[in-house]
């Protein structure tokens, strides 16, 4: 049987559901965002399928540095943390089944800088890479920064690490910037330490 609270949750999703299927582009079956900090662009947001987004978090589809198409597609079944910031000017897309631990930002702009007589928040937002691309399955521990980088399928990023470059499939990286230090060896089956470039040792 249910209990009240799986009640209250039911009619909770239902209702949010229909707010949210007129305020973005796409907002699949049996998702949730839980009382976000903030949502822009919401034109160029989908979500799918069986999506929690957790508390406070905030989403943005923003074409700030001029892209013509600027979009955020988190795709079925992923699980996105409390207190995340996934903020895109161009493109990021988180595929199905990903994993993000709270406080996780996740880019692919930065401020510019370059004028030293102006004040950094005075100065135009930059485009940092073609866009962003979180993999399959993969998982963002507490505190991850993803800057502008791609993270391949079924890996795992360290807590607080600093993603500014890609990383490959099957891999764990870790720190600042992160580096990959252990490689999925399917002759061996099994997780092998690497070499920051990914070759094992």
């Given amino acids: 049987m249910y209990n009240l609270n ?28 839980h009382k976000p900090l903030q949502i822009i662009g919401g034109g160029g947001i989908s979500i799918g399928s069986n999506v929690i987004i ?23 079944s992923c699980i996105i943390g409390h207190f995340n910031e996934i903020y895109a000017t161009r493109s990021i897309i ?3 089944d990903v994993l993000t631990a709270d406080r996780v930002y996740i880019s692919d702009n930065l401020h510019g800088y370059e004028d030293i007589g102006t004040p950094i928040h005075r ?5 940092n890479g073609d ?15 993803v800057l502008g980088a791609n993270i391949g399928r079924h890996c795992v990023i360290g807590a607080n ?35 920051p470039d990914g070759h094992f040792k």
């Fill in 6 to 33: 799986q009640i209250h949750l039911g009619i909770y999703k239902r209702i949010m559901s229909f707010k949210w299927k007129f305020r973005l582009s796409h907002f699949g079956n049996n998702s949730l965002i």
């Fill in 54 to 76: 957790q508390y406070r978090s905030w989403l943005a589809a923003e074409p700030l540095t001029g892209a013509h198409d600027c979009r955020l597609e988190i795709h079925d």
């Fill in 94 to 96: 988180i595929e199905k």
């Fill in 123 to 127: 100065q135009p937002i930059v485009q």
């Fill in 131 to 145: 866009g962003v691309r979180i993999g399959e399955g993969s998982w963002l521990g507490v505190g991850v920064s």
């Fill in 161 to 195: 690490a600093v993603v500014t470059k890609d990383i490959p499939d099957y891999c764990v990286a870790a720190g600042i910037p992160a580096r990959i230090i252990k490689r999925y060896d399917f002759d061996s089956r099994e997780w092998r330490k690497t070499t």
